[in-house]
Structures are given as structure tokens and as C-alpha cells.
Nanobody, 114 residues
Framework: QVHLVESGGGLVQAGGSLRLSCQAS????????MGWHRQAPGKPRELVAL???????NYAEAVKGRFTISRDNAKNTVYLQMNSLKPEDTAVYYC????????WGQGTQVTVSS
């Protein structure tokens, strides 16, 4: 059974940085696309960033230039470096990894104070 464990969320002041990590396990083959979504209170879940197994990336317009997604295929781990954080980045961040379908983590809270 595929299992995703996220870490790195927390409380930070506006302008600060956080790094999220998500380690995936339990698949008998390598993971394809991996990424991060987020959901703020009262809003739908939205894509933040995506990275393919080959390292191609895609970002939401709202985070371009501030967030960087990367992965370590040997560790089945995806990272999200978040810089210049804004209060509107406050949300629960969910990791997703694709293998035999999409699998989601439990989510980690990111709170940015003004």
C-alpha cells in the first residue's frame, strides 16, 4: 500500500521561508508525477507545483518565482521550497504521488502571519 509522509509545515512570518518534504513508499515500481496541492479554508484544493519523473516542473501562477519543487528519485521524496511567503499562502498543503493512480498525503498546515 502506498504511503506518503509529509513534514516541514509550520508558522512563519510574511517574507519567511519553509521547506516541505514528502516521502513516498509502498510501491513496487517508481513514482511518476509528484507534486503539491493546497487548500485554504473555504476554498477548493488547488495545484501548487508538479514535477515529472524526468524533472520537468509546472507551477501555479501565484507561486512562480517564489516556490521551487524538486525530487530525489532514489529516496522517493519530493520537496517544496517556499520563499517570500505571503499570508495568502496559508493553507493545508497536500503531497501527491502517482503510481497505479494518484495517492495523497494527510496534509501539513502552513500558516503565514502578516
Amino acid at each position: 500500500q502506498v504511503h506518503l509522509v509529509e513534514s516541514g509545515g509550520g508558522l512563519v512570518q510574511a517574507g519567511g521561508s519553509l521547506r516541505l518534504s514528502c516521502q513516498a513508499s509502498g510501491s513496487d515500481r517508481s513514482f511518476g508525477n509528484m507534486g503539491w496541492h493546497r487548500q485554504a479554508p473555504g476554498k477548493p484544493r488547488e495545484l501548487v507545483a508538479l514535477i515529472t519523473s524526468g524533472g520537468n516542473t509546472n507551477y501555479a501562477e501565484a507561486v512562480k518565482g517564489r516556490f521551487t519543487i524538486s525530487r530525489d528519485n532514489a529516496k522517493n521524496t519530493v520537496y517544496l521550497q517556499m520563499n517570500s511567503l505571503k499570508p495568502e499562502d496559508t493553507a493545508v498543503y497536500y503531497c501527491v504521488a502517482v503510481t497505479y493512480g494518484a495517492h495523497w498525503g494527510q496534509g501539513t498546515q502552513v500558516t503565514v502571519s502578516s
